[in-house]
T-cell receptor
Framework: AQRVTQPEKLLSVFKGAPVELKCNYSYSGSPELFWYVQYSRQRLQLLLRHISRESIKGFTADLNKGETSFHLKKPFAQEEDSAMYYCALGDDKIIFGKGTRLHILP | SAVISQKPSRDICQRGTSLTIQCQVDSQVTMMFWYRQQPGQSLTLIATANQGSEATYESGFVIDKFPISRPNLTFSTLTVSNMSPEDSSIYLC???????????FGPGTRLTVT
């Protein structure tokens, strides 16, 4: 069955430190994977998708099929990165993970 | 992209009553979805709103409790029926274009049931 797992509910990181939000998936086939972000009092929005291989707001995510992972990374955390992050897998509909709240400490 | 609006943005309702939430998109989209996001929780998909046919409900959600309409490709409604305090949540509408897995979300409707 298709599944997205985000093992951390909350991740606290000091400003300037590296960030890694973990995501593992279960899918039989070639997945389409995404990261969505929800800043405080804003709507949920797409951050990046693995197909585009782009870096958005300094974040990158690499699809590792061997480890079935799609971890989100940023080398230097900024305070404005504090938000809720959802990993998602695209099938006939999108399957969201439970989310990780990232809290950047000053 | 797509611009999505929801009405109302928030409401406080008494138990036993019903509330209808509207979702309007600025362009025609094939797929529309309704989610629930309870405080501090992740998104839970309620149903897929199908244009011209009955909605497809996820496990744990039934049509009698959450009737959905989709009269055209730009509009949908979700009704929360016979509400109880457990229905207090944020209800989100989202849209997705065929063959593209990116979803766009509305601002949400914050419902409080007293």
């Amino acid at each position: 069955a298709q599944r997205v797992t985000q093992p951390e509910k909350l991740l606290s990181v000091f400003k300037g430190a590296p960030v890694e939000l973990k995501c593992n998936y279960s899918y039989s086939g070639s997945p389409e994977l995404f990261w969505y972000v929800q800043y405080s009092r804003q709507r949920l929005q797409l951050l990046l998708r693995h197909i585009s291989r782009e870096s958005i707001k300094g974040f990158t995510a690499d699809l590792n099929k061997g480890e079935t992972s799609f971890h989100l990374k940023k080398p230097f955390a900024q305070e404005e990165d504090s938000a809720m992050y959802y990993c998602a897998l695209g099938d006939d509909k999108i399957i969201f993970g439970k989310g990780t709240r990232l809290h950047i400490l000053p | 992209s797509a611009v999505i609006s929801q009405k109302p943005s928030r409401d406080i309702c008494q138990r036993g009553t019903s509330l209808t939430i509207q979702c309007q998109v600025d362009s025609q989209v094939t797929m529309m979805f309704w989610y629930r996001q309870q405080p501090g929780q992740s998104l839970t998909l309620i149903a897929t709103a199908n244009q011209g046919s009955e909605a497809t409900y996820e496990s744990g959600f039934v049509i009698d409790k959450f009737p959905i309409s989709r009269p055209n490709l730009t509009f949908s409604t979700l009704t929360v029926s016979n509400m109880s305090p457990e229905d207090s949540s944020i209800y989100l509408c989202s849209v997705q274009r065929t063959g593209i897995y990116e979803q766009y979300f509305g601002p949400g409707t914050r419902l409080t049931v007293t």
